[in-house]
């Protein structure tokens, strides 16, 4: 069993930078891939970002240029910087971890991953 905590949402100011964090449990963290997904009011989940286990990473167009994923296998922590926000950024932040993962697969479908954590919100303000 994967445990995932995610922290550091919070409210901030268009354009404003926020950076989350998501800590897994266990000791096989860097045999995972993992991923940032998000949902607004009244929309379905959808993908932010993922990274493979040897830190391939993609993005989905919304961010990319703005927000960077990036994992430290020492700590057990999968990280999202945002930069620039958007009123439209504005959401439910999850992240996800798929086990057993080959070294450079990353994942855009939530389907694939195994464990979410509880999400974290993230407001930006116009």
């Known amino acids: 069993q994967v445990q995932l905590v995610e922290s550091g949402g919070g409210l901030v100011q268009a354009g404003g930078s926020l950076r989350l964090s998501c800590a897994a449990s266990g000791r096989t963290f860097s045999s995972y891939a993992m991923g940032w997904f998000r949902q607004a009011p009244g929309k379905e989940r959808g993908f932010v970002a993922a990274?493979?286990?040897?830190?391939?990473?993609y993005y989905a167009d919304s961010v990319k240029g703005r927000f960077t994923i990036s994992r430290d296998n020492v700590k057990n922590t999968v990280y999202l910087q945002m930069n620039s926000l958007k009123p439209e950024d504005t959401a439910v932040y999850y992240c996800?971890?798929?086990?057993?993962?080959?070294?450079?697969?990353?994942?855009?479908?939530?389907?694939?991953?195994?464990?979410w954590g509880q999400g974290t919100q993230v407001t930006v303000s116009s």
């Open positions: 990274i493979s286990r040897n830190s391939n990473t």
């Open positions: 996800a971890a798929k086990t057993g993962s080959p070294p450079d697969a990353y994942y855009t479908g939530g389907v694939w991953y195994d464990y």
